[in-house]
């Protein structure tokens, strides 16, 4: 949405904007309002949000100013009367208004309201969901002392011992979120813990996942990905320096920091299955099949930081296929570079044709899918391949997007330890309560 400077009224700018506005407050590039399918089952109502496009008068929602100025500013989730006013002067007023109420199929449970309570003073968790996993539902909250949304993932560990295995590794996927700052790295803000639940609090990506951006664009062209692929590399780099592999990269997992749009910033999230490689190889078999390395089928094998290279091999792969399943993968187990290389050829002989990839691309992609892990690039050789790097002036306009996205990005501030175990507190306030001692506020 944008403004048009000395033209008629009824001028529209088509190439930039689906909707004008002739009046000098508004910029030729104001504003953007888009929505997120969060899922495709419709347990989770969409998600609505208004950015700012760098505009010179700024964009306000309820008064507060949301972006103004060239620095990317992250996006706003709206609710329902939500008012967007435009310039210092708010005479264009746009309100918000939801025609359908929808609910979601999770809601929090009578123990999670009260434990919630807990730490309202910090995050208020509200009653609106944006995904379910296992045991998790996701939550929308607000942080108090920015006013921000944020995400509250809620572990309901009740079915199984403090000291299971599931338990330790949602303790342990928080820790090392704790110790991980980057900016294409998902940023954790706090973690609390009782005897029934843990709640993981994160950042909001604003601009969904890589899975919801295939949905709305079916199939994205070849420059968007490299950008993405990019970013996915910089995570990639930097985790393996820490000696921690993912093990589980797949579209769902690499979230849209700001807006559903290829240039702007990408986050790993989802460390759930990572483990430590620094002290010899991984054992446990996990991760997604389709982007699971074949040494990760082989029992008793093992596996090093390499697995991370295949499945963004294989994330490339799906991107230039765009919205569609890999073709003939349920039957295709690799069990040698010939089969990879004839799996691999036959997508290519399609796609090549079609301008869909290039000679370059087809070349980083065969090179992530080595079936020998040894022979895999590392992160940072792969982020230097020629598909990433050339032409110049396309690494130039690469360089120039990741450092406005690195502007955009603040450090975490993480109090420690992460996981703040308020058992003791919940008990402590249900015993004073009892005694009729006045509660802390």
């Known amino acids: 949405m944008g403004g048009q400077k000395q033209r008629s009224p009824d001028h529209r700018d088509e190439t930039r904007n689906h909707v004008a506005f002739a009046d000098p407050v508004v910029s030729r590039c104001q504003l953007e309002i888009f929505s997120i399918i969060v899922d495709e089952e419709h347990n989770h109502p969409p998600l ?37 006013t435009i310039g210092p002067h708010p005479h264009l007023r746009l309100r918000y208004t939801l025609l359908v109420h929808a609910r979601s199929s999770y809601t929090l449970s009578h123990l999670q309201r009260q434990e ?46 403090r000291a299971s295995k599931e338990v330790e590794r949602i303790r342990q996927e928080a820790s090392l979120l704790s110790t991980l700052d980057h900016p294409n790295i998902l ?20 601009g969904g996942d890589l899975f919801s951006l295939l949905l709305r664009y079916n199939t994205l062209d070849e420059w968007g990905i490299r950008s993405i692929v990019r970013q996915v ?49 991984l054992k446990s078999t996990v991760g997604t099949r389709f982007y699971r390395a074949p040494e990760c089928n082989v029992p008793g094998q093992g596996h090093d930081l390499s697995v ?26 690799f069990k040698s570079q010939g089969e990879v290389d004839r799996y691999l050829g036959g997508i290519f002989a399609v796609l090549g044709p079609r301008g869909r990839i290039s000679q370059a691309g087809q070349s980083f992609i065969s090179g992530c899918l080595a079936y020998d892990s040894g022979k895999r690039p590392t992160a ?22 990741e450092a406005d996205n ?34 802390a506020q």
Request: charged letters at 25%.
């Open 406 to 439: 690195v502007l955009s990005w603040k450090p975490q501030r993480v109090k420690f330890p992460v996981i703040e175990d308020i058992t003791g507190v919940s008990l402590s306030k249900d015993k004073r309560k009892k005694q009729g001692a006045p509660q």
């Open 233 to 281: 590399l910089r995570g990639v780099a930097y985790i393996h320096s820490k000696g921690v592999a993912h093990r589980d990269i797949k579209p769902e997992n690499i979230l849209c920091g700001m807006t559903p749009q290829a240039p702007y910033r990408i986050m790993l999230s989802d460390f759930g299955d990572s483990g430590i490689a620094s002290s010899g190889r």
């Open 48 to 84: 609505v949000f208004v950015r700012d496009r760098g505009s010179s008068n700024g964009t306000a929602v309820n008064g507060q100013i949301i972006g103004k100025g060239a620095t990317l500013s992250p996006s706003r989730l709206l609710e329902d009367g939500d008012i967007i």
């Open 187 to 206: 940023p954790i803000k706090a973690a609390f813990e009782t005897e029934q639940t843990i709640y993981v609090i994160t950042d909001l990506a604003t």
């Open 308 to 333: 991370d290279i295949w499945a963004a091999g294989m994330l490339t792969l799906q991107l230039i296929l765009g919205y569609e399943e890999f073709p003939d993968l349920d039957s295709v187990v």
């Open 380 to 401: 940072r050789q792969a982020f230097y391949h020629g598909w990433l790097q050339a032409p110049e002036s396309d690494r130039k306009m690469f360089k120039r997007l």
């Open 116 to 161: 919630v309570e807990l730490f309202k003073d910090r995050y208020v968790v509200t009653d609106r969901t944006i995904g379910d996993g296992g045991h998790a539902v996701v939550f929308l909250a607000t942080e108090v002392e920015t006013g921000q949304h944020v995400v509250c993932k809620i572990h309901d560990i009740s079915r199984c011992s």
